[in-house]
């Protein structure tokens, strides 16, 4: 059964940057299409960014599109999210999971909704 590990988050001040890590275990990460989420308090569940096996066209929501990235070592079976220009906007737990490959094939997309299995995520607060 495949598991996933966020880490990375802390507490950074507006306009700081930092890289979020998802570390995959109990399956090859090669096949897999991942996504990052993230929920703000009181605020539903949403997509942030996500990356297909091929690693061509990531998705990225409007909210972190030209500060974020998203990528992937296959090696070390992990998918890292990098959000800079920080705001405090951005302050939520992050999640990532494995998303199915129909939806970044046919959509170009993760919606939450094509999710299945959350980890524990990761705590991003921007704050000065």
């Known amino acids: 059964q495949v598991q996933l590990m966020e880490s990375g988050g802390g507490l950074v001040q507006p306009g700081g940057s930092v890289r979020l890590s998802c570390a995959v275990s109990?399956?090859?990460?090669?096949?897999?299409?991942i996504g990052w989420f993230r929920q703000a308090p009181g605020q539903e569940r949403e997509s942030v960014a996500c990356?297909?096996?091929?690693?061509?066209?990531?998705y990225y929501a409007d909210s972190v599109r030209g500060r974020s990235e998203i990528s992937r070592d296959n090696a070390k079976d992990t998918v890292y999210l990098h959000i800079s220009s920080l705001k405090p906007e951005d302050t939520a737990v992050y999640y990532c999971?494995?998303?199915?490959?129909?939806?970044?094939?046919?959509?170009?997309?993760?919606?939450?909704?094509?999710?299945?299995?959350w980890g524990q995520g990761t705590q991003v607060t921007v704050s000065a």
């Open positions: 999971a494995v998303v199915p490959k129909t939806f970044m094939s046919f959509m170009g997309a993760c919606p939450v909704h094509a999710v299945s299995s």
């Open positions: 109990g399956s090859s990460l090669d096949d897999s299409d």
């Open positions: 990356i297909s096996s091929t690693v061509r066209n990531p």
